[in-house]
C-alpha cells in the first residue's frame, strides 16, 4: 500500500453548506472549485490519479445529502465519494449524535461501490473487505452477508444499518430498500472485531421451547418461571396473578443500565474470546398466565439463553480488549494500519458510558493518531453476521 497519509475532516453546525466546507478544510490542501487553484496540494492520489472518499452525514442533515454529495463532487471533483446518512457520526475524537455533523475521508484507498445483491461473488484475491452500508428495511441482508461471509471470511465483512438507503452515494446508483457494498481491493488488508458492552447475570440456560419468538421453557421448565428466578424474584401464584405487580419487581431487579438476552451455540460448541458468538437481542415481553418470555430476536431449541446486563465498565474492558487483539495481529503480521473504522450501536456512546467521546478517545489510545471514521448504527455487522448493542472494530492496512 501506498504510505502517503489518509485525511479526516469532520464539522458540525446548522447550516449545511458551512459544515461542509469546515470539514472539507481539514482534509488539506484547497478545497476551491477546479478553476480556482485545486488540486495543487492536499490528499494523496491513488492509482490513476483518483482518490477515494468517503462521507457520512447525521441525520439531522438528511434532508441536504444530495445537495452535500453535489457540493463535494464540485469542490474535490477528482474523489470518487461513498458513504451514507447514519444516525450519528464518529470521527477523530469527535462523537455526534444528536447533532447536525459531516465526517469526511480522502486518499488512496482503493475503495469501489456497488450494491451488494450485485457484488455477493466478491473475488477473495481482489477484494480485502467489504464495508456494508444497509437500509433498515432491506429484504435480502442476510442473504447478502452469507455470501459475503461464505466469500471473504468473517472478518472482512463488517459495517452497519444505516438511517436510510435513499441516502446513500457512490456509483451505481443504489436500489431502494437496499444495501450498498463499499469494496476494499487489495493490497490493502483488514481486521475486524466484534466488542460488546454486556456483564453475565445469571448461567447459561437450555432452551427446550420457543414457539414465534416466544419463550415457553428453559431447561424443561416454564420460562418465566427460570427469568424471575435469575432476576432473585420469589415467584409466587400472587404475582402471577397481578401482572402489574410483577411487572414493577422485574423493573426493579432490572440493572441500571438495562437487560438483555443473549443466545449461544449449543452447548459443548466452541467459542470465541469475548461474547462474539452471541447474538444479542432485548427481552420485549411477559405473558404471566401462560409463563411465556417474549424477545426480540429468533432462537431455536438446543440453543442457550443468558441474561445480561448492559455495563459501561464492561464496555470499555471488552473495548481495550479487542484493541490489544487487533495491533498484536497487525505486529505479527507486520502491517501497519492506516485507518480504523468504528460502528457502533446507538445504544451505546453516551447512553452507555455517560459522557461522549470515550469510545473514540480509549481506540485513540490503542492505535495513535492513526485517522478514525464511523458511525452509529442501527444495527451492527461484525464477523459477517447482523448483530445488536455491540461495536465493530475495523484496522485497514
Request: aromatic fraction near 4%.
Amino acid at each position: 500500500m501506498n504510505d502517503t497519509p489518509l485525511r479526516i475532516g469532520h464539522a458540525t453546525h446548522g447550516d449545511w453548506r458551512v459544515a461542509c466546507e469546515l470539514a472539507l478544510a481539514q482534509l488539506g490542501g484547497d478545497a476551491s472549485p477546479v478553476g480556482r487553484g485545486y488540486g495543487q496540494t492536499g490528499v494523496a492520489r491513488g492509482p490513476g490519479g483518483t482518490r477515494h472518499g468517503l462521507v457520512y452525514v447525521s441525520v439531522a442533515l438528511a434532508e441536504h445529502f444530495n445537495r452535500i454529495i453535489s457540493m463535494l463532487s464540485t469542490h474535490r471533483p477528482d474523489v470518487a465519494w461513498a458513504g451514507a446518512c447514519v444516525p450519528g457520526v464518529l470521527a477523530g475524537q469527535g462523537e455526534y449524535f444528536d447533532e447536525p455533523a459531516i465526517a469526511l475521508l480522502a486518499g488512496d484507498l482503493p475503495f469501489a461501490a456497488r450494491d451488494l445483491a450485485l457484488g455477493s461473488a466478491f473475488e477473495p484475491d481482489q477484494t480485502a473487505g467489504v464495508l456494508i452500508l444497509a437500509d433498515p428495511h432491506c429484504a435480502d441482508l442476510e442473504a447478502g452477508l452469507a455470501a459475503a461471509h461464505q466469500r471473504l471470511g468473517a472478518e472482512s465483512v463488517f459495517g452497519g444499518v444505516v438511517a436510510d438507503a435513499a441516502h446513500l452515494a457512490g456509483d451505481p446508483h443504489p436500489a431502494e430498500r437496499g444495501a450498498r457494498a463499499i469494496a476494499l481491493s487489495r493490497p490493502a488488508q483488514a481486521w475486524s472485531r466484534v466488542t460488546l458492552g454486556a456483564r453475565q447475570i445469571a448461567r447459561p440456560r437450555l432452551i427446550t421451547s420457543i414457539r414465534n419468538r416466544h419463550l415457553e421453557t428453559l431447561d424443561h421448565r416454564p420460562a418465566l418461571e427460570v427469568l424471575l428466578e435469575d432476576l432473585g424474584i420469589t415467584a409466587t401464584r400472587g404475582r402471577f396473578d397481578d401482572p402489574a405487580s410483577l411487572v414493577a419487581a422485574i423493573r426493579a431487579a432490572l440493572p441500571a443500565q438495562g437487560l438483555l438476552v443473549g443466545i449461544l451455540p449449543s452447548a459443548g460448541t466452541p467459542r470465541r474470546p469475548g461474547m462474539v458468538d452471541q447474538r444479542l437481542c432485548p427481552l420485549i415481553g411477559i405473558e404471566p398466565g401462560a409463563r411465556l418470555v417474549a424477545i426480540d430476536g429468533t432462537a431455536i431449541p438446543g440453543e442457550q439463553l443468558v441474561l445480561l446486563g448492559l455495563d459501561a465498565a464492561v464496555a470499555r474492558t471488552d473495548l481495550i480488549r479487542v484493541c490489544t487483539e487487533l495491533r498484536d495481529e497487525l505486529e505479527a503480521a507486520g502491517q501497519k494500519a492506516r485507518l480504523i473504522h468504528y460502528v457502533s450501536c446507538v445504544a451505546r456512546g453516551r447512553s452507555l458510558f455517560g459522557s461522549t467521546g470515550v469510545e473514540t478517545a480509549l481506540i485513540a489510545h490503542n492505535f495513535g493518531e492513526l485517522p478514525l471514521i464511523g458511525f452509529f448504527a442501527h444495527g451492527e455487522i461484525g464477523q459477517g453476521r447482523l448483530r445488536g448493542y455491540s461495536a465493530i472494530l475495523t484496522a485497514i492496512a
